[in-house]
């Protein structure tokens, strides 16, 4: 598994708290699946992307999908949420490979107590913008790109975007100025303004870099989001992003107390 937020000298890149790359991994028929198990999260958003196999996920609200390849998993915790997440069946019976990256989005304060939703979306569901040249697809998760709206929505106008480049690809990105940029090479390399960038690799910007432009030097996977920073106190233990420990607290009573949703 890969880490690249929260690392050493980089706690967050608000409202992006924290980025798991699991995999890729190639599962034997008969497996156990994932130990991922029923678990709460509170006060932030999670986005699955599954760029290879399909997850199952299910929860306390009674939100139950399998994702495939391509597709992802927007879950908004905000006042609570017991959920898990697996290999579907077909994939412990069979097994096969699998490939997943989780993000998790701070929510502010004025947001932490809303209600809970999921967002399932298969790709096909997932406009996509064709660069000119051909060698570019901009899956448009949320925000708007090229005159396409994305699939999801989001409480907070994250902009989210699962990016393909071939070789040679030419591609450019406008931020807007004030917003904070995530940006993961999940594989591949990629001229980032004009400096390399590699698989794994996460590329920071200054929130007054308003121009990106990318030159794939291979077939290349990015995440690439933007997002409002959230300029509050945060304090977070475990499955729980709060603004105050007085609010932790709170969170792990109600989570004893089944107030999230039980499975």
Same mark, same amino acid.
Not at 165 to 179: A, R
């Given at each position: 598994?890969? /880490? ?59 939100? %139950? ?18 959920? @898990? ?16 990256? /989780? ?6 304060? @004025? ?7 999921? /967002? ?46 071939? !070789? ?6 406008? !931020? ?24 794994? %690799?996460?590329? !920071? ?31 977070? /233990? ?26």
């Amino acid at each position: 598994m890969y /880490q690249p937020i929260p690392d050493v000298g980089l706690e967050q890149i608000s409202p992006f708290i924290l980025l798991h790359h699991h995999g890729p991994h190639e599962f034997a028929p008969h497996n156990q699946g994932l130990p991922f198990g029923p678990h709460p999260h509170r006060g932030f958003e999670t986005l699955t992307f599954i760029l290879d196999g399909e997850i199952e996920h299910a929860d306390g609200h009674g939100h %139950q999908s399998v994702i495939k390849s391509g597709g992802v998993q927007w879950m908004t915790a905000a006042r609570g949420i017991v959920h @898990s997440e697996n290999l579907s069946r077909n994939q412990r019976e069979n097994g096969g490979k699998m490939e997943i990256l /989780q993000l998790w989005m701070n929510l502010p304060a @004025s947001l932490k107590m809303s209600q809970p939703n999921y /967002q399932g979306l298969q790709e096909n569901e997932i406009p996509k913008v064709i660069s000119e040249d051909t060698k570019t697809e901009v899956a448009v998760i949320s925000g708007n790109l090229e005159g396409k709206t994305g699939a999801a929505k989001s409480l907070t106008g994250l902009e989210m975007f699962n990016i393909s480049m071939k !070789v040679g690809g030419d591609f450019s990105l406008k !931020v807007e100025e004030g917003k904070n940029v995530l940006f993961y090479v999940v594989d591949g390399e990629v001229l980032v303004n004009g400096k390399l960038a590699i698989g794994h %690799q996460l590329v !920071v910007f200054d929130s007054k870099n308003t121009d990106i432009e990318l030159k794939a030097q291979s077939t290349t996977r990015i995440i690439f989001g933007t997002g409002d920073p959230i300029n509050e106190p945060m304090v977070s /233990q475990g499955p729980f992003v709060m603004n105050t420990t007085t609010e932790l607290m709170q969170a792990m009573r109600d989570y004893q107390m089944g107030k999230m949703g039980v499975m």
